[in-house]
């Protein structure tokens, strides 16, 4: 038996069978969790994210014109709703750090360079914790989701010079955070 792509499995859930929709769900809810995971800092947040996310998608499955691809279409609900989630919640920290910033190979690493690693770490998960909003989320869909930045004009609704404003702004701030720190 072979998988159906996308659209056949949105065609058929139009034409009645629930079971597509199913489908659909198995193969993205993971995905969907963890990019509410990201936003979001515990696993009950998220999900609660994915399940909002498949909820609007049921709803609004009759709006979706394949102009973008389907996980393209979803991935833009789950943040959607995650910003609305942190925006109702007035939470400051709306994704987990730890994930954004890779992680080296340590071994044989010597005491002092461990602890400046993990100290120069830390300043950059505060910078990037005090970053406006709209700047988190650009930062964040361009540099771990690696998204063009087409791809998330499209998910954020907005133009793609204000984008790179924003991604370039995020970037001056978390460099000015760290070097100040650096200094005192």
């Known amino acids: 038996m072979t998988e159906r792509s996308d659209l056949e499995l949105i065609e058929a859930f139009r034409q009645g069978k629930e079971s597509a929709f199913n489908e659909i769900v198995l193969r993205y ?53 995650s910003l609305n989630a942190l925006r109702k919640q007035k939470v400051r920290e709306f994704f987990q750090v730890d994930t954004l910033l890779e992680y080296e190979d340590t071994a044989g690493e010597k005491p002092d360079q461990a602890v400046e690693r993990d100290e120069h770490r830390k300043l950059i998960e505060e910078a990037i914790e005090r970053l406006p909003v709209k700047q988190k989320a650009v930062f964040l869909m361009r540099y771990k989701d690696d998204l063009s930045y087409e791809e998330i004009a499209d998910i954020l609704k907005t133009s793609i010079g204000g984008l790179k404003a924003n991604y370039f702004h995020a970037l001056r701030k978390i460099e000015e955070y760290v070097r100040r720190a650096h200094q005192s």
């Open 29 to 81: 809810q993971e995905k969907i969790y963890w990019v509410a995971r990201r936003f979001l800092p515990n696993h009950p947040d998220a999900d609660d994210i994915v399940q909002e996310v498949f909820i609007k998608a049921y709803e609004r499955i009759a709006e979706f014109r394949s102009e973008s691809g389907l996980y393209t279409w979803l991935y833009r609900i789950a943040v959607n709703a």
